[in-house]
């Protein structure tokens, strides 16, 4: 009788959590989000994540960029922060997050958030996403002065706007083995005039 009171304990916390996560999910589903900055790390294995605009590379380093440039061929590494406001009063969690990052209809990078995200009831917490792409794909019809000015941290909300840059979201929670997703990507725009240089 025990053995059985038990297995009824266990199915029902079991229930409870699978409620919950459900319900936490959701949340985060409906919470608020923004792109609040982005952040160029390194270009061609160069660290720019310092650097306030051209003037502040070495002459080797123009060099490399330019090389690479001309090649079409600059590896870059971007972080990018994303806020989330949650409205409601109860917690909003996900176990991860699949991305893409997009410029227009061009896709530059794609990857896997592989941890938890929580956003604590009525608050606003922020999380980086870092992604690895051809910067030359993103600025193709641009002089490498003009790139250099744009994400060095000189380039103007307009510059930005043209861009057309959009990280695309797909959260999902895991239940025991099983991961639950959600059916569409949630578009992230970037909230120009507040971006990190």
Not at 68 to 87: C, E, M
Not at 167 to 191: D, N, Q
């Amino acid at each position: 009788m025990s053995s059985l009171i038990l297995f009824f304990l266990i199915l029902s916390f079991s229930s409870c959590s699978l409620f919950r996560q459900a319900k936490e999910y959701e949340r985060f589903v409906h919470s608020r989000f923004a792109v609040q900055d982005v952040k160029v790390l390194s270009i061609a294995g160069i660290d720019v994540s310092q650097k306030g605009n051209a003037a502040d590379l070495d002459f080797s380093q123009m060099i490399a960029l330019g090389l690479r440039f001309v090649k079409g061929d600059l590896p870059s590494v971007v972080r990018l922060t994303i806020q989330g406001q949650n409205t409601t009063n109860e917690k909003a969690a996900i176990s991860g997050m699949d991305w893409i990052l997009q410029a227009k209809t061009d896709t530059l990078a794609t990857g896997t958030l592989n941890r938890p995200v929580t956003i604590p009831p009525g608050e606003t917490v922020r999380f980086p996403v870092k992604a690895n792409f051809n910067l030359s794909k993103l600025l193709k019809s641009k002089s490498l002065d003009q790139m250099l000015h744009i994400i060095l941290g000189n380039g103007s909300k307009a510059e930005y706007e043209k861009l057309g840059l959009v990280l695309k979201i797909k959260p999902w929670y895991r239940i025991a083995s099983k991961v639950k997703k959600s059916p569409v990507y949630l578009s992230i725009h970037p909230e120009f005039g507040q971006l990190a240089h």
